[in-house]
């Protein structure tokens, strides 16, 4: 139970961080993932 205790704590806070930078996230172009987030933004419009 500790273990799992501190991966909660540890996903928690490394979320919260992130949701609460000032600057938003960029995408480095060529990156592995970017054909994936633009089939996904095509399909939510």
């Known amino acids: ?3 799992m205790e501190s991966d ?10 992130i949701i609460n ?3 938003m996230m960029s995408w480095t172009p ?4 970017e054909a994936i987030r ?5 399909e939510i419009e």
């Open 8 to 17: 909660v704590r540890l996903i928690f806070r490394a979320s919260f961080d």
């Open 1 to 3: 139970m500790a273990g």
């Open 38 to 42: 633009l089939n996904y933004l095509q």
């Open 21 to 23: 930078r000032d600057e």
């Open 30 to 33: 060529g990156d592995e993932f």
